[in-house]
């Protein structure tokens, strides 16, 4: 069916859709667009609706990278609908439907690299031309908090201990600590059925006022991004209309778990064969090579996993994050993990990735890394058996992933993977803008020097 067939379809089906939310992701991960009237969706179909492509680069105040604007004079691109994006948007006031799109150059004939979804797009190609397809699953962590904030703007927590303090832990796995929010857990869940959003489970997680929630795999990794994408949203959404603030921040409150996205994928060949299956545990020779991909391409990577100054306060030893490239079969501490079970649903979980990373980009950079593990035939080490913490702590500096956010871009700015496989435009504007959301960090005074020092 064509594009403008599965518009058609929609309308009818949703007669009382006035409103449309078009939806672009910018680097972040943030959602920017406009709001379309009904009688003017069309338009986006027909190739006629354009945005800035600095849309794409925006920082997380949603200001323009000076140097692109410079650089290019502030250009349109036509952005392109996904129509598979369709869905109803149940929280809105006024009948409103969303779509996601992804951004063109001003002539509408070719992909606008800096786009996110563009990126992880360019790498599914790459494997269409080996005949494989990604197969892809998203994990994801978030802190359910009060709106309103402390007398010094700190969140508050909704698991409490009885003298007000936060609770010790979020009742991992609590049945009647999940009951204790089930009316928001079931306007979520109503919410992702109306929006075809595939939720698999959801736990109460090990961290005070933390929850997981799960999506089933999806044999499409950029539709699974899309999905994981609209369920972020969903989540943060139906939390305000229930008087919370569900966030996806590494690390809200410090000494405390912070929040990742964990990863699973596989690779299937032409006849839908997992490859990385090959009848016995360790799994196939292809399974080894794309371990080793994702290993040797970790650091140069983090700048994506850890986009922002809070990821890296999640990256600490003994925080349920991995802080150096390790790999195990059924083993929870390292970074990569091998989950037991049937051969055919044989895949890696990729652990590093915060909560606040961008999904695309993830995906993009973990999928990039096994592909160039998979071209070059690479290696592993030997996996790793009992707690990869323990080891991790023993390792030299060299050995471990970046702890700094300057020295995650500074890889990242100087890798010859994330240019070969992500693209060497993306890897300047990804540079730039997060050099430029560095800078501002760098130059504020915070409270913690006025308590020290004033």
């Known amino acids: 069916m064509k594009p403008i067939e599965q518009l058609d379809q929609f309308l009818q089906t949703h007669p009382e859709v006035e409103i449309f939310e078009v939806i672009l992701h910018d680097l972040n991960g943030i959602h920017r667009g406009k ?23 925006l920082d997380s105040w ?20 996904h129509p598979e994006t369709l869905a109803i948007v149940p929280w809105a006031r006024r009948p409103t439907a969303q779509i996601v799109v992804s951004m063109l150059s001003p002539d509408g004939q070719t992909d606008y690299p800096a786009d996110p979804r563009v990126v992880l797009q360019q790498v599914i190609e790459r494997y269409t031309k080996l ?30 201990a009885i003298d007000g303090s936060p609770a010790l832990g979020g009742a991992t796995y609590g049945i009647e600590a999940m009951r204790e929010i089930a009316p928001l857990m079931d306007a979520i869940s109503s919410a992702t059925n109306l929006q075809n959003l595939p939720v698999d489970t959801l ?17 499409s990794a950029l539709r699974a991004c899309d999905q994981a994408s609209m369920l972020r949203r969903a989540i943060r959404a139906v939390a305000q209309q229930q008087g919370k603030q569900a966030s996806f921040m590494a690390k809200p409150f410090a000494g405390e778990v912070g929040n990742g996205m964990h990863v699973h994928f596989s ?113 592993p080490p030997a996996a790793t058996i009992g707690d990869a913490g323990e080891l991790e702590l023993q390792q030299k ?31 300047t504007i990804y540079a730039q803008s997060k ?9 504020r005074v915070t409270l913690l020097e006025y308590d020290a020092y004033l």
């Not at 949603?62 to 502030?74: C, H, I, K, P, Y």
């Not at 197969?135 to 700190?154: P, Y």
């Not at 736990?203 to 044999?219: R, T």
């Open 35 to 57: 709001w379309l009237p009904r009688e003017q969706i069309h338009k986006l179909f027909e190739g006629g609706y354009k945005m800035p492509q600095s849309t794409c680069s």
């Open 131 to 160: 005949g494989l397809t990604p197969v892809v699953a998203s994990e994801m962590e978030f802190h359910l908090l009060e709106i309103d904030r402390d007398q010094f703007g700190r969140p508050q927590h909704t698991q409490r």
């Open 62 to 81: 949603g200001r323009d990278l000076e140097e692109l604007v410079a650089a290019t004079g502030d250009t349109d691109g036509i952005c392109t609908a």
């Open 203 to 219: 736990i109460s997680e090990f961290g005070a006022s933390q929850c997981e929630i799960n999506l089933h795999h999806q044999n």
């Open 267 to 379: 690779l299937l060949d032409s006849m839908g064969n997992n490859v990385f299956d090959n009848g016995t545990p360790e799994g196939s020779d292809i399974l080894q090579h794309a371990v080793a991909g994702c290993l040797e391409n970790m650091a140069d990577s983090i700048a994506i996993f850890a986009p922002n100054i809070n990821s890296y306060r999640r990256l600490v030893a003994g925080c349920y994050a991995p802080t150096s490239p390790t790999w195990g079969y059924e083993n929870r501490t390292t970074a990569l993990r091998i989950p037991a079970g049937e051969g055919h649903a044989m895949r890696i979980e990729h652990r590093v990735a915060g909560a606040d990373a961008n999904v695309y980009l993830t995906v993009a950079a973990m999928l990039a890394a096994a592909l160039h593990g998979i071209d070059n035939e690479l290696l």
């Open 435 to 443: 050099r430029s959301e560095k800078a501002e960090f760098d130059t």
């Open 397 to 427: 500096a060299e050995q471990q992933l970046p702890r700094f956010w300057g020295d995650a871009l500074q890889l990242f700015e100087q890798s010859e993977f994330i240019a070969g496989y992500l693209g060497e435009e993306f890897k």
